[in-house]
């Protein structure tokens, strides 16, 4: 059962909120030992939505989405023009950032003060899993889809009673590592900021999404699928299903339009802002594996075609290129991968909605055996392609949305072959039996490599 150890901080103060998850018998390298062996066309499957051919059109006053609302839906509003960013920053405001700057190029690291701390300062919670075998392809790239579980709704009680789970309570607040026995951080529980208004900003998404979804035709896969019987919808960058190149998204022009409006609002920028580098260790995994394909697309260089690209956020970049808003009105998951995302990659989930955190706000991490408090307003960080996972079933009438994002395995892949796809890779290379060792060398180490790039949790120093 899971135990928290206080910590003591340098004034003398005992605390216990900052503690690591540790995961004291589970080892990642171990979970994937047979899996590397497996072989998989997964990586070169499409992605759950097609991509578009042209960037997303510009707002238009005269234009109004379709509507077909349900009976249970909010009563229909028209669709609001995307309001213009504020890209001011205030001279106080550079003036902290150029001290913070300075101070983090003194100690050679690039984490805030008040994060530095929270590291310093965080103790374990002792936490006894079992370990199994990671759903990942033989390349390295991307997740598995292996359906072990019968793909249902669960309820905690089921959890606990069939599948022997533990329930982690959790404040929604505080961020905490969760550590594997080898004391790889793999995954993060990120909380939220110490801001009232932070969970005011989280409530007025939830009614954003309430109210999109009365505006909007979802296409019969947009409904449901193997995630669950709700409905939702992805934009942002990916690469999948033929493509030559990455694209965006494809969104019908009504649905396109009902997106620009919610990623320009200051709330679902402050959640995504929060996810970005906020949260505990946020800025310690494995930021390379986050950071440069998106980087790739808008520097010096890149390949033409791609230049059009769109991102989700105009008003700070973001390390994620993609995002789904998941509309409910009752968003609950089955157990699943996100077999698309990269391997040893993170996604950011955010809970939102109007329910009650203690009977229905749970995240359900299948091969950790944990059930974890989830309160709306909060944000967990997982390798959602190898760790299944799920949520619980919430009662009657209660209703919960949420706010994912993630970045695609194609594009990491593509951005790694030079912008180019495995198949022209491999043309270029049929001649070149140097460069064809060298691919089949990094395809058997590409796994043990990201996944051995994640952090390494150490004691509090005394």
């Known amino acids: 059962m899971p135990s928290t150890t206080a910590g003591t901080l340098r004034s003398g103060k005992e605390f216990g909120t900052h503690g690591a998850i540790l995961l004291a018998d589970f080892d990642v390298l171990e979970h994937a030992q047979t899996a590397r062996d497996k072989t998989s066309t997964t990586d070169l499957a499409s992605d759950d939505h097609p991509i578009s051919t042209a960037p997303l ?40 950032a150029a001290r913070r700057a300075s101070e983090q190029a003194r100690l050679g690291t690039p984490l805030k003060r008040v994060v530095r701390n929270h590291v310093d300062n965080a103790q374990p919670i002792q936490i006894s899993t079992a370990p199994a075998d990671y759903p990942v392809t033989s390349t390295g790239w991307s997740g598995i889809r292996e359906q072990v579980t ?29 550590v594997d026995k080898e004391s790889r951080v793999i995954a993060v529980l990120g909380g939220r900021p110490n801001d009232p208004e932070y969970l005011q900003l989280t409530e007025q998404a939830a009614r954003e999404l309430e109210a999109a979804r009365a505006e909007l035709n979802f296409r019969p896969e947009q ?81 033409p075609s791609t230049l059009w690209l769109r991102r989700n956020f105009n008003r700070r970049f973001s390390v994620f290129a993609a995002a789904t808003f ?30 009650n955190p203690d009977v229905g706000g749970h995240l359900v991490l299948w091969d950790l055996r944990l059930i974890i408090r989830f309160p709306p307003g909060s944000t967990i960080l997982i390798p959602s392609a190898i760790l299944r996972h799920s949520n619980v079933t919430i009662a009657a009438g209660e209703r919960r949305y949420s706010f994912t ?24 290379t049929r001649h070149d039996l140097e460069a064809q060792a060298a691919r089949v060398r990094a395809r058997q180490t590409r796994w043990s490599t990201g996944i051995n790039s994640y952090m390494r949790w150490t004691p509090r120093r005394s």
């Open 326 to 355: 998941n509309f409910g009105p009752a968003t609950v998951t089955f157990p699943h991968i996100d077999a698309l995302n990269l391997a040893w990659g993170w996604c950011a989930i955010t809970a939102l909605g109007f329910f």
């Open 57 to 96: 059109p510009a707002p238009d006053k005269r234009t109004s989405p379709s509507v077909r609302a349900r009976s249970q839906s909010p009563p229909r509003r028209s669709a609001r023009l995307v309001p213009t960013p504020d890209n001011s920053i205030d001279r106080g405001g550079r003036t902290r």
């Open 150 to 178: 019968e793909q249902r709704e669960y309820t905690i009680a089921e959890l606990q009673d069939e599948f022997h789970m533990t329930i982690l309570p959790w404040d929604g607040r505080t961020s905490r590592p969760l």
């Open 405 to 428: 994002q993630y970045t695609a395995a194609g594009l990491f892949r593509w951005v790694d072959n030079g912008f180019r796809t495995e198949a022209g890779v491999e043309d270029a």
């Open 223 to 303: 409904r449901g699928g193997r995630r669950g019987t709700f409905s939702s919808a992805s934009a942002g960058i990916s690469f999948g299903g033929g493509q030559q190149v990455p694209g965006n998204l494809s969104l019908p022009a009504a649905m396109a339009l009902v997106f620009q409006r919610l990623f320009a609002l200051s709330c679902f920028f402050r959640i995504a802002g929060f996810a970005n580098g906020k949260p505990l260790l946020i800025r310690l995994l494995c930021p390379q594996n986050l950071i440069p394909p998106l980087q790739g697309f808008f520097k010096p260089g890149t390949p």
